[in-house]
């Protein structure tokens, strides 16, 4: 799909004489991403992608280290302060705002673009935006949700209220997140797959073949507002490529053939990319971590013991290798990385635990667990992307659950398809191995977010809650930790412990590693510019 480029540019920004601005950049994966709709996408690949295209009425810093984690106002001209006890944020819509077919950008757009948020199915519906007044009904009948009460525009002032049934302590931080990206207001209330949808951001998607690539071009009327929200793009081109194994990848990036490479990088290149090409390869913080969800509703993991089997049997050590050494991952025994606030140090699963860390499996205890539940002998299948990362990974999984006493059987499928195949509770998956990486820093984005009561959506493919768990003791303490203005933060993260330790001993999902990301380019690529949140900004990376 082209949009078409007017003859006046819009007022433009930016240094046209800077040596560096200019050429293509050049992307490569093993496959895309799935959908393009930036309202739909939870793929990490894509997620720093479209922050380029889209935005919304704030933004998280485009700044590396800690500071990236800061809010900032981006189409609103300001961060707001709360009202009426936290219960309503009023934003102003900046001026002569366009996307990228030309249209003006309006509060009408910004309304729609929330109420298409529970329309057409966003993944982070219930966990980020259901505490918006008329967010019930949107959630139960999103035919008919229309959020009057909940957002109110107007036109004169250009202002947008959001009224809340709660205060919600990390409300700036959602409106920040991707997902609230402001859209036309004639966006279909649909998941738009390979179409794209006109941004403001200084790219727009002019071509996309999920088979083959993408093409993405500068947006004719983007200008600067605000640099640190959205500073102006490098590249005048930017290009993906699909289609290219991790191995095969990893060469042509060393031979100079593509700029930058998403998929893990394969372990037997580690050393390699050490020796020959230290200057080009970084391994960067980032709190993510794989993990292993069971769908905690259907045979054998519908029993706790054999979920908490899964969590003893766990070799972790090996996941460890299998992802390419200590140098980057670490054993993970708690829902919630190290690095973020909310960690419990306690590792509720391994031999002689409770331990401060994790030691070694405890095939003795798992075996028990697996004969009191009654679950012996029954087929699982093991479902993993098709990445040489994730399918290793697998078939250690399947290892494990073997000696455990399962039949056991490994799919993997493409990066494009997965993750939408393990949300949907309709496709009956056992057991999943999946990594996730926070939206913004808390442990929210752990708890919450995976296994909170409003994220698990029946046969659909965006129910983020893969377990599909759901327990009301748990929600309601990690509700007071998500409303409670009241709570210092230490009382706050004392309340998100209670509900990872809980949600631990339930089991729905059995840590593996968390992990740093490993990131190589080409010899061309100056300014690599790598943010906490979002991983590499694409558009700074200079390739001129």
């Not at 293509?24 to 709709?37: H, I, K, M, Q, Y």
């Not at 739909?40 to 720093?48: F, M, R, T």
């Not at 409003?454 to 046969?459: A, L």
């Amino acid at each position: 799909m082209l949009f078409p480029i007017p003859a006046l540019c819009g007022t433009g920004s930016g240094n046209k004489a800077d040596p560096h601005r200019g050429g293509t950049l050049r992307l490569v994966a093993a496959s895309s991403g799935g959908t393009l709709d930036p309202q739909i996408n939870y793929s990490a690949q894509y997620i720093n992608l479209l922050d380029v295209v889209y935005d919304g009425l704030l933004s998280f810093r485009k700044s590396r280290g800690p500071d990236g984690n800061d809010v900032v106002a981006d189409l609103a001209e300001t961060v707001p302060a709360p009202e009426d006890g936290g219960l309503t944020w009023t934003f102003t819509l900046r001026p002569d705002l366009r996307f990228s077919d030309g249209r003006p950008v309006t509060v009408d757009d910004v309304a729609a673009s929330f109420r298409r948020i529970f329309k057409a199915g966003s993944p982070t519906a219930g966990a980020f935006y259901s505490g918006i007044r008329g967010a019930d009904l949107c959630m139960r009948d999103p035919s008919r949700c229309t959020l009057a009460e909940g957002v109110v525009t107007d036109r004169q002032r250009r202002t947008i209220s959001f009224h809340l049934r709660s205060p919600d302590t990390e409300f700036l931080q959602k409106i920040a997140f991707p997902h609230a990206c402001i859209l036309p207001a004639d966006t279909p209330d649909h998941d738009m797959g390979n179409t794209p949808i006109p941004g403001t951001g200084p790219y727009r998607i002019v071509s996309y073949d999920p088979d083959r690539g993408m093409r993405m071009e500068r947006n004719p009327w983007f200008h600067v507002w605000n640099l640190q929200a959205q500073p102006e793009g490098y590249p005048d081109i930017i290009t993906y490529t699909f289609g290219v194994p991790n191995e095969a990848a990893v060469t042509a990036i060393e031979n100079g053939q593509y700029d930058l490479f998403y998929d893990p990088v394969p372990l037997d290149r580690m050393a390699e990319l050490g020796a020959r090409f230290a200057d080009r390869t970084h391994i960067e913080p980032h709190p993510q971590a794989f993990y292993a969800f069971m769908n905690v509703n259907i045979p054998p993991f519908n029993s706790q013991a054999a979920r908490q089997a899964v969590n003893y049997a766990m070799d972790r050590r090996a996941m460890v290798i299998l992802y390419g050494g200590r140098a980057i991952a670490t054993p993970l025994c708690d829902m919630v990385p190290s690095s973020v606030k909310g960690h419990a140090p306690v590792c509720m699963y391994s031999r002689d635990a409770p331990a401060p860390e994790w030691k070694a499996p405890d095939m003795a205890r798992a075996r028990k667990l697996v004969q009191s539940s009654g679950t012996v002998g029954q087929d699982v299948t093991v479902v993993t992307s098709s990445g040489s990362v994730e399918t290793a990974m697998g078939n250690r999984l399947r290892d494990t659950l073997q000696q455990l006493g399962y039949h056991v059987s490994l799919r993997t499928l493409t990066p494009g398809v997965f993750f939408s195949y393990i949300q949907n509770s309709s496709n009956r998956m056992q057991i999943a191995i999946k990594s996730w990486a926070h939206d913004y820093p808390s442990p929210s984005n752990f708890l919450d977010a995976l296994f909170g009561c409003e994220n698990f959506h029946p046969g659909s493919d965006n129910s983020i809650n893969m377990s599909g768990f759901c327990n009301k003791e748990i929600q309601a303490i990690m509700d007071r930790a998500k409303t409670n203005t009241g709570l210092t933060e230490d009382q706050r993260l004392a309340l998100w412990q209670e509900a990872g330790r809980r949600i631990m001993e339930q089991s729905p999902a059995a840590p593996m590693i968390e992990m740093n990301s490993v990131k190589i380019h080409s010899a061309r690529v100056r300014n690599y510019f790598y943010t906490p949140l979002y991983e590499i900004l694409v558009s700074q990376i200079q390739v001129q």
